[in-house]
């Protein structure tokens, strides 16, 4: 009550938190319904996996090292995914076939992270089904070893993710492997005020969120990767956005939002629809539908009631709702794509994509999550995983 009786003389402020009230309200009543549906649809798999994660150990990157890594031990390392050993010359700098994943690339701390993700998804997502704090209690466990434990947690920054033998130690695109920590960002920022909940651990995991942030926007590779005019730079505005969300960060959520209208929509997206960068890539297919899922996310991540960016509509009629349109045909019945078929995976794609399911929070499209509820929500294919990182609905869904 003190607030409001400091704040009652401003008659601006009380009709701003007025609409952020309605708003909320209105959001939550409409929530409730699809977060229950959903709850129902996949309970049993929720718990199934949830009573599986309460049994693995965490598993950071200080568990593996390669060779070829040129950071330390608590560093991140990955390889660039289409880069190839030169069959004329073994020992000389790799060479690259793009869209083509090197399978004897190092990977040991992308499944790492991904393992991590996972685990994170599953607890939270078998807490809000049940409620027992034995799965915050256990969640709690591995984002210790990751964010608090100074013998196992990783650094907050990617200084050797996607590097290439004989070329470079790391590259900006490397940015893009820190999708996977998303969802561990969102289990927290669920499980925030649950019973079973370390404190302790949550903050030294808002600290390492809000350095990895510092160095994302400030660090060459990271400045590079915000400005890359396809998806890398969508999913670098992804991943801040809903980083700074879990830290509390408005700068840069603001910041994300102004980049997504500025920026992302105007720079991406044709008058049909279409993300002509993405349809130019060896894997149009899968590309598009990884783009499309990262502009949904943001836009269900960042949207407030002065600022709806599923409502940006761009002067010649460009919108997020355009895009899912002329994509949805083809995810509803892959048959129908009218363009080259991807040089890899093809057959992975399509599954349950985040953007199905956000847009009809928005638009009560019924198609788009009938068509979400009928496609694989557990795919197997390492590729297909890295390019899903939100697996868990009701994590992003709940009231």
Not at 32 to 47: C, F, H, K
Not at 75 to 103: C, K, M, V
Not at 105 to 134: I, K, P, Y
Not at 265 to 282: I, K, Y
Request: charge should be positive; proline fraction near 6%.
């Amino acid at each position: 009550m003190v607030f409001f009786r400091r704040c009652s003389g401003s008659i601006p402020f009380r009709r701003s938190l007025l609409t952020f009230i309605l708003f909320h309200i209105i959001c939550v009543a409409a929530a409730q319904p699809l977060y229950d549906s959903v709850a129902a649809w996949y309970r049993q798999d929720i718990l199934y996996s949830g009573a599986i994660a309460l049994k693995e150990a965490p598993v950071t990157v200080t568990a593996t090292r390669s060779e070829r890594s040129a950071g330390g031990p608590h560093d991140f390392f990955s390889e660039g995914d289409y880069w190839w050993p030169n069959p004329a010359h073994p020992d000389s700098p790799y060479i690259q076939r793009d869209g083509l994943t090197n399978p004897a690339n190092f990977l040991s701390h992308r499944r790492a992270m991904v393992r991590f993700s996972r685990l994170m998804g599953d607890l939270a997502s078998a807490w809000l089904l049940t409620g027992e704090s034995r799965y915050v209690r256990h969640a709690m466990r591995h984002a210790h070893a990751w964010f608090s434990d100074t013998s196992t947690l990783m650094n907050p920054s990617l200084l050797y993710a996607q590097a290439i033998k004989g070329r470079v130690t790391g590259r900006s695109i490397g940015v893009i492997d820190m999708i996977q920590m998303m969802e561990v960002a969102q289990a927290l920022h669920v499980m925030r005020d649950a019973d079973g909940v370390d404190g302790d651990v949550v903050a030294d995991a808002r600290r390492w969120f809000s350095e990895y942030i510092k160095w994302v926007t400030t660090h060459p590779y990271g400045v590079q990767e915000g400005q890359a005019k396809n998806n890398h730079g969508t999913c670098w505005v992804m991943q801040v956005a809903v980083f700074a969300r879990f830290t509390g960060d408005q700068y840069w959520m603001d910041s994300c939002r102004r980049q997504f209208r500025q920026v992302l929509l105007p720079g991406q997206l044709d008058s049909a629809g279409r993300f002509p960068l993405e349809l130019a890539r060896t894997k149009p297919y899968g590309y598009s539908l990884f783009n499309l899922d990262a502009m949904a996310t943001i836009c269900h991540v960042l949207s407030t009631p002065g600022d709806d960016l599923w409502d940006l509509r761009l002067p010649d009629g460009r919108t997020m709702r355009r895009a899912i349109e002329w994509m949805h045909p083809f995810v509803a019945d892959k048959s129908r794509w009218p363009y080259k078929q991807d040089v890899m995976y093809w057959d992975y794609w399509p599954v349950a994509h985040p953007h199905l399911l956000f847009s009809y929070v928005r638009y009560r499209e019924s198609a788009w999550l009938d068509t979400w509820r009928e496609l694989p929500r557990f795919p197997r294919v390492e590729e297909v995983i890295r390019n899903l990182p939100v697996r868990h609905p009701l994590i992003w869904i709940a009231p």
